[in-house]
């Protein structure tokens, strides 16, 4: 299947997704700031931002020219409301459900980004992204990171990235991973506010039984429908 086609294919099931599933909540804005740049964070209705001394320390993503680094400035980190408890008790929690995590580009955080940055950036990464590659290539490698990721593969490391297209007002990239042993599908979306480059993840894990049982479209298509409304919610919350 042709990047093309997956692409459409994503985000015309993610408007589905989008109308069923998601809401946001202005009363769930976080005002941050970045230098003196200040800056609303909507989340998603029903999650709750953790304390920072809960964030993880890794988990750090910057989308660059030069492509993917593992670097970047946390903003705030996200879990459903009935989580954040068993959250910090280090329960079961933490391995359910989605993570909404927001995060600023170092690379670019002394210049004043435009949309067009944003959009030569995002045809940038894709010049780099693995939609070359053949589905049997890219399955080969998911499986591989797979079986990596089970017996001890490097923390934060990204096996597959397909940029999935840039639609106003944002960038999305999807990204499989491994973290410490984990599985993990994010979806990022890019976007530029009050010229700085904000970058909203949102990302769960998942099991071998999810990937054998072809489970991972339906995985997608959400995360996609969650990351598109919290872009746009973003860029709304500071026009």
Known sequence: MKRSLLRALLFAAAVIFAGAFIALDDAAAIEIAIDDTKIELVGPTGYCPLDKSSWPESQLIDFTSDGIK???????YLVDCERVQSWHEGGSGKDEGNIVDYQASLQLRDQNVTSAMLEKLCDTLRKGDDSSKGWFEIVLATIKGAVKGSYGGAEDTTVIYLVLGYEHPACHVLRFSLRNREKV???????????KLVTVHVSKKIGNMDLLKGNAEDVINHLLAMSQQAATALVAANQ
């Open 70 to 76: 593992k670097r970047g400035e946390r903003l705030a």
């Open 185 to 195: 599908y994010t979806v990022s979306a890019l976007t530029t506010i009050k010229s």
